[in-house]
Nanobody, 129 residues
């Protein structure tokens, strides 16, 4: 079993920044990647960014490219999502999730929620105009 805890959400004005943290514990040896998903009211959960933790292979959604950065601190078993130039459409609940599929699977299918078998509780991000 793997436990994931998100933190760092809050309310900011458009153009502001937030850094989200995802702390992993438990049997983390069984996971190969950690990603961030978000869900706005009435919308489907969507992948934002993900990192294959052995080697640092990274993927971003088009909406996140150039503004968001995913990174890891292996010593702390923590993955971060630095979010800059935030827009109102970034508002939603942000979840971190971990999965155990192969490095061959990851580059193409990283954004599929069914590829992640451990999920955090979520943290709210609100961006006002």
């Amino acid at each position: 079993q793997v436990q994931l805890v998100e933190s760092g959400g809050g309310s900011v004005q458009a153009g502001g920044s937030l850094r989200l943290s995802c702390a992993a514990s438990g049997y983390t040896y069984s996971t190969n990647y950690i990603g961030w998903f978000r869900q706005a009211p009435g919308k489907e959960r969507e992948g934002v960014a993900s990192i294959y933790t052995d080697g640092g292979l990274i993927r971003y959604a088009d909406a996140a490219k150039g503004r968001f950065t995913i990174s890891q601190d292996n010593a702390k078993n923590t993955v971060y999502l630095q979010m800059n130039s935030l827009k109102p459409e970034d508002t939603g609940i942000y979840y971190c999730a971990a999965g155990s599929r192969s490095s061959g699977w990851f580059p193409i299918f990283w954004s599929l929620a069914r590829g992640y078998n451990f999920w955090g509780q979520g943290t709210q991000v609100t961006v006002s105009s």
